[in-house]
């Protein structure tokens, strides 16, 4: 069975059942926690949720807390999962880099074009802010379990390779990401489609739109690399993947199970991204041997880019995202890359 076909059957037969493990089955359950996460059953990310985060959380709670896992969108999109949490429907949720811009906007922050230049940048600040994050979430009513990674997102697209400024007016890019994509597409002189993610493989069949920026494991996920000709790979963002409660579900447990969560996110992170990012490799590579072409911006073309996109960064400060926030971010990057070069 091929790769592409076990993504479908995945994706079209999973998605409807909910997961508990089987510790947990076995265990003297208190508290379950209703999840809700667009990521279908069996298939990237999802793999990792099932043999990494569940069975850490369970084990750091004696089995006391267990996450029935709703796959595939079936509790709905990012947006329907944080409205369910604020009444109690659900009590947690893997959200997208959607779902995470979505609960905050100043999220956002960690998507700006150009942010990070690789996984160990990312890797760096994750350690050195995990607790500004925690008070940003926290101001939303949620607790940050874990973070993790969407991907470094690649440009597809169906009419002609998108490798510069110049090419961007000339297909029509489906905006789905928020202000900040929105923002970043009017710098590079095109109007995008605005859409729900739901919507988006049906439109792009339709011939509504041509290009999209997007993770690898999504584009194989919804079989997508049939529609597109070409894909960018250059690292013109990171998103991140937040995995959260409710501030309801979180203060219910016991100190010592909070304890355990906070101690052994960061591992278990460490440990969920290095086979994510494995897969999204392999899901990227398996679209070029279907017969996707992969392009990449030339470092001139980069440059252009910067030079439209990059102001941003400043401008959305204060309007976005709090400006000492970017300050700190900014900070740190400098302070690791100056180490890098020692």
Not at 42 to 59: C, F, H, N, T
Not at 66 to 77: A, E, F, S, T
Not at 260 to 284: I, M
């Amino acid at each position: 069975m091929t790769f592409f076909r076990k993504a479908f059957l995945a994706v079209a037969a999973a998605a409807v059942f909910a997961a508990v493990s089987p510790l947990a089955a076995e265990a003297a359950v208190k508290w379950t926690w209703k999840t809700g996460t667009l990521a279908p059953k069996d298939i990237g990310y999802a793999k990792q949720v099932q043999s990494v985060l569940m069975p850490a959380v369970e084990k750091v709670t004696n089995g006391e807390v267990v996450l029935k896992v709703y796959w595939g969108g079936v509790m709905g999109d990012d947006e329907q999962h944080l409205k369910k949490m604020k009444v109690d429907q659900l009590q947690a949720a893997g959200l997208s880099g959607q779902g995470t811009f979505m609960m905050s906007k100043s999220l956002a922050i960690l998507g700006l074009p150009f942010l990070f230049n690789d996984y160990d940048e990312v890797d760096a600040i994750k350690h050195q802010m995990m607790a500004r994050f925690d008070g940003i979430v926290a101001k939303e009513g949620l607790r940050l379990l874990v973070w993790l990674d969407q991907d470094f997102d690649q440009i597809y697209s169906s009419k002609l390779p998108v490798t510069k400024v110049s090419d961007f007016p000339k297909t029509r890019f489906i905006t789905w990401f928020g202000p900040l994509e929105g923002k970043f597409f009017e710098r590079m002189g095109t109007s995008p489609v605005p859409m729900g993610i739901t919507e988006i493989p049906s439109s792009l069949r339709a011939g509504v739109a041509e290009s999209l920026i997007a993770p690898s494991i999504w584009v194989v996920g919804t079989q997508l690399y049939s529609t597109f000709r070409f894909v960018n790979t250059t690292r013109l963002r990171y998103v991140p993947a937040f995995c959260v409660c409710t501030s309801r579900a979180w203060d219910a447990l016991p100190q010592q199970y909070q304890k355990g969560v906070f101690d052994g996110r960061e591992k278990w992170a460490k440990d969920f991204c290095v086979k994510t990012r494995v897969d999204a490799e392999k899901s990227l590579n398996a679209m070029v041997a279907y017969g996707v072409r992969k392009v990449r911006s030339s470092p001139e073309e980069i440059k252009a880019i910067k030079e439209k996109s990059m102001p941003l960064w400043d401008e959305l400060a204060g309007k976005l995202y709090p400006k000492d926030l970017l300050d700190e971010l900014k900070g740190h990057l400098a302070q690791y890359r100056a180490g890098k070069k020692k």
